[in-house]
């Protein structure tokens, strides 16, 4: 993919045909795949549902653990992969090997202390979230289920980390196409074995949740062997391949740059999730319907959220290379235009939730409680979409330009300094229904929309970071 080329007409926040045509290249492969695999992932839950609240529950909570790791690996890969789109607008093709060997170290390093955090302590953290009403029976089985989902799904860490290096790196020099097709594979494979292995059709042992984390596992392997071998084939198309092992050392200077710059948004990814994971217990405290609930909504919202966030990776790459190709103008004039069209383009995917939230929860096979707060969970989810449009650009946009240490405090210290104390103060000290607590938590991020306008306007982050 070459470096693009902006059309600047039709104003400040709206662009000519060509201008969309061009964002909806880069972004709609990552919908896709995103698409198809929270969809995917949707069905998974749903079949879990169907076998009972606990299993669901149990499951839930594993993977919002699971999820910090994939978040520590993101920020990690991402640390790296602000120099990558840099160094892919600068035709430095060995500046992109090296990003690409520093994600391998860092990977293998995180996905070290996470396993060793999950062998030791993954039955105490699963624990955090049985506290709320619930009969003692309910808490148990949910610990039994979770412990053994969390068993298989820690043989997959490995592979999903080496997935992220290759598609991280592919997406920032502008190929998004191949790990879109290796996830489309992937996800339809992950729901062929969880039919086979969940409920034990066509001779398949009955594994419950044990077979949706190996159905999740055998799709990770089949997703990775796909992106690297597409991606060593076509050495054409993705040069930095020639010679990527031929040696793992990284310039000394660019891992201090690296370090500099990604450590703030490794961390930032981190806390972040560190965060969501807190807010969750925070909500548990008001009984395991709040679990299940949450989880309902949070299947049903992942679905959703896929435009900004590929919109927002679109912010990343494509302003990425005009910043590193040095065309400031053009990067602050492309911005705008595409954090506009993100707004606008999520107050139309909120209207459709609005509409699916009364029926949703109906699939599940639960009690009426769980459906019930589930429903307020997307309405409230729904009409917060397009405000969280805004805050992901502007994220994006700050941190293309390497701006990091700004990001990880709009982002993560914001979450434990603002977010987290309201959900932990509501939640013990007061009466409130916890769908109004969840309310004042989102409510808490309008104060990051003014931050995030005030220093994207500024124009803080037109920085060329690889010159």
Known sequence: ??????????????????????????????????????????????????????????????????????????????????????YFGQKNTEGVRATFRYKIWLGILLTAVAALVFILKGEDLIRLYLSGEGTEEQARLTL??????????LCGLPIFMMTNVYASTLRECGETVLPMKAGVVAVLVNLLFNFLLIYG?????????????????????VELSIVVIGTHRRKDKNPFAEGLYSTMKVPADLVKKI??????????ETLWSAGMAMLAQCYSVRGLSVVAGLNISNTVNNVFNIVFIALGDSVAILIGQLLGAGRMEEAKDADRKIICFSVMCCTATSLLMLVIAPLFPNLYNTEEEV???????????????????FLHGTYFTLRSGGKTIITFLFDSVFMWAVSVPIAFCLTRFTLWQVITVYIAVQSADLIKCVLGYYLVRKGVWLNNIVS
């Open 144 to 153: 039994q289920y979770g412990r053994q989902y969390m068993q298989v799904m």
């Open 371 to 389: 459906r019930s707060l589930a429903r307020s969970f997307i309405i409230v989810n729904a009409l917060f979409m397009p405000m969280n449009a």
């Open 201 to 221: 059709y066509a001779g398949f042992p009955k594994m419950g949740v044990r077979g949706a984390a190996l159905a999740t596992v055998i799709s990770r392997i």
């Open 259 to 268: 370090v500099v710059k990604g450590t703030p948004l490794l961390l930032n």
């Open 1 to 86: 993919m070459d470096i693009i080329k902006v059309d600047r007409g039709r104003g400040r926040f709206f662009a000519t045909k060509q201008f969309y045509m061009l964002i909806l290249s880069v972004s709609v492969p990552i919908m896709v795949q995103n698409g198809i695999s929270n969809f995917v992932n949707m069905l998974d839950n749903l079949m879990i549902g169907r076998v009972g609240t606990e299993q669901m529950s149990g499951v839930s909570i594993v993977n919002q653990l699971i999820f910090v790791y994939f978040l520590c690996i993101f920020g990690g890969v991402s640390g790296a992969g602000i120099f990558t789109a840099q």
